[in-house]
């Protein structure tokens, strides 16, 4: 694997409508970004993911982009955008935005001019179906809920495709045209100071055609549309031509939002000329998904977890990096996830930090995360403004569910218990903002706030930039960037530990992920204690007695 400049990068994903907000309209802003940067360098960030901030209806939160070359007033403007720029530039930080090219907004120009004339240039640019038997249309379910297929907007005969949302219409990637629009917008960003992005469901720009219906998955006669994805071939074509066309010819950074992908594709998508230069791991965020709903998702063990990043890490690293997350902005808090009910406290959550955080491939901190921010609490389903949770919900309910049972469901995968304020102190509004915030604020930030956490050498926040120092040490750097990956005591149970190997070191990542202390064996003698997240570390002729929820990282000795 070649060396790049990204390769010993800490990443921070900021969802901006939530992170902080500077002008009082209850919306985060870039201003309000810039006013944290400095925040961000100290916690040891380098790259800065931020969600779209593109001019946008918001019917998904700004995955629905009106206008690719503009930025939403509610955010800003493009000078704030270049301001942003030039001040990460000033502490070598990168900035990444959102691409999300797999569908446009209808509030978009090209989608307007579609619905003037659907057989003209623009009607092209979408896939369009003349029709006046629209019963006869496949038969795929989009990811929100309901038939992929909407009536174009002043026609009677014609039906539009969207996977996501029916405001959110699917580009036509078979068309060229459509294409060189698309290639040229991200090298419009890219030359005016971008470093990078992340691609928003990006493997969904190639469909199986020409279209077909198949079996259904549900009683509403229709099946998912990632059905499809399984007999989608070619779309390496696509993503290759927008690699040497924006990205190589700029060395940006790019991260995909992949799934699906087979073991024999990971060296296309990552490998040392891969479409992308990292994506993300979700081996353990799709774990337990039932397509009957939320409500009959499996829970994830700390076994199982261990088992699905292992076998993440072992597939992964003979070809490249992986992007390694506990939680997104379309994901419930890591920590509500991957701790045991009942068992969420400071010391489980430092635990989880140092097992995810020193992975092999590149480190992912959500904001809010590195103060352990947590699910909501709902009283009401009238509390959820998260258009995927309200169709789950719907869903449930009309497979019987109870409206307490769909709602504990909601209240535990909702999109929204990631999507609320950034907790950074215990006054009003937790500081995000002096009005009334767009989606109300966890009301635990009382207690769980960044300021109280900045005060607190126990913290979890003191253990994230703990965690940054580490990796980022001159002693410990290149084992824990570039070492390779091997498990150890794989078969305890409640344990997760492995090996982070290089030419000249050997570093251990032990963990016992439970409440009761746990006596384990050592693989060798110890050198130094790198890290500890209790107040110390017993060890007795290769053996080491950890307390509950308890992680060390140990330098072993050759």
Request: glycine letters at 6%; one cysteine or more.
């Amino acid at each position: 694997m070649k060396k790049q400049w990204w390769n010993d990068k800490i990443c921070y994903q900021i969802y901006p409508k939530s992170f902080c907000d500077t002008n009082g309209d209850g919306i985060g802003d870039l201003p309000g970004i810039i006013s944290k940067l400095d925040y961000l360098k100290d916690l040891g960030v380098d790259m800065i993911w931020i969600s779209p901030m593109y001019a946008s209806p918001l019917a998904d939160q700004g995955y629905d982009i009106s206008d690719y070359y503009d930025i939403d007033p509610r955010f800003g403007t493009l000078a704030d955008m270049d301001r942003l720029l030039a001040e990460a530039h000033k502490r070598d930080m990168k900035i990444l935005m959102d691409l999300v090219v797999n569908h446009c907004s209808d509030e978009h120009e090209w989608f307007r001019k579609a619905c003037e004339d659907p057989e003209g240039r623009y009607g092209k640019f979408f896939y369009l179906e003349h029709t006046e038997h629209p019963e006869e249309l496949c038969n795929w379910r989009s990811y929100f809920g309901g038939s992929v297929w909407e009536k174009l907007p002043g026609h009677e005969d014609y039906y539009y495709l969207h996977v996501f949302h029916r405001k959110q219409p699917d580009l036509n990637w078979e068309n060229p045209e459509l294409r060189e629009e698309i290639y040229r917008m991200i090298n419009w960003w890219l030359d005016r100071g971008l470093d990078g992005y992340r691609l928003d469901a990006i493997i969904n720009i190639k469909k199986a055609l020409p279209f077909r219906s198949y079996e259904a998955d549900r009683d509403d006669n229709m099946v998912t549309c990632t059905r499809m994805l399984h007999d989608a071939e070619g779309i390496g074509g696509f993503l290759g031509e927008m690699r040497d066309r924006c990205f190589k010819p700029h060395n940006a950074f790019t991260v995909g939002e992949v799934f699906n992908e087979k073991d024999s594709e990971l060296p296309d998508f990552i490998g040392d000329n891969g479409f992308f230069s990292s994506m993300f791991d979700f081996s353990a965020t799709v774990f337990g998904e039932s397509q009957l709903g939320l409500h009959d998702r499996r829970d994830i063990t700390p076994d199982d977890y261990r088992n699905c990043i292992f076998a993440a890490q072992k597939r992964i690293e003979p070809v490249g990096f992986i992007s390694n997350i506990i939680e997104n902005h379309d994901e419930p808090r890591g920590v509500c996830r991957y701790i045991p009910e009942g068992e969420i406290s400071a010391d489980s959550k430092k635990v989880l930090a140092t097992v995810y955080f020193l992975l092999r491939g590149l480190p992912w901190i959500y904001q809010g995360q590195e103060i352990g921010m947590e699910n909501w609490k709902l009283d009401s389903i009238e509390q959820v403004d998260d258009i995927s949770a309200l169709d789950s919900y719907k869903v449930m309910l009309e497979a019987g569910v109870s409206e307490e049972e769909a709602l504990r469901a909601v209240e535990k995968y909702s999109r929204d218990n990631a999507r609320t304020p950034f907790q950074w102190d215990g006054t009003a509004q937790a500081g995000f903002t002096t009005g009334t915030p767009w989606l109300p604020v966890n009301p635990n930030y009382t207690e769980l706030n960044l300021e109280a956490q900045k005060n607190d050498p126990a913290s979890v926040f003191h253990h994230y930039r703990k965690l940054t120092r580490l990796r980022k040490s001159a002693e410990y750097r290149d084992t824990l960037v570039y070492g390779s990956f091997e498990p150890y005591l794989q078969d305890r149970h409640n344990v997760i530990a492995y090996f982070r190997k290089s030419d000249k070191q050997t570093m251990l990542v032990m963990a016992n992920y439970q409440t009761e202390p746990q006596t384990l064996p050592l693989p060798g003698n110890v050198k130094k204690v790198a890290l500890n997240t209790a107040s110390e570390v017993k060890t007795v002729d290769k053996e080491i007695t950890m307390q509950g929820y308890q992680a060390v990282v140990l330098e072993l000795e050759d």
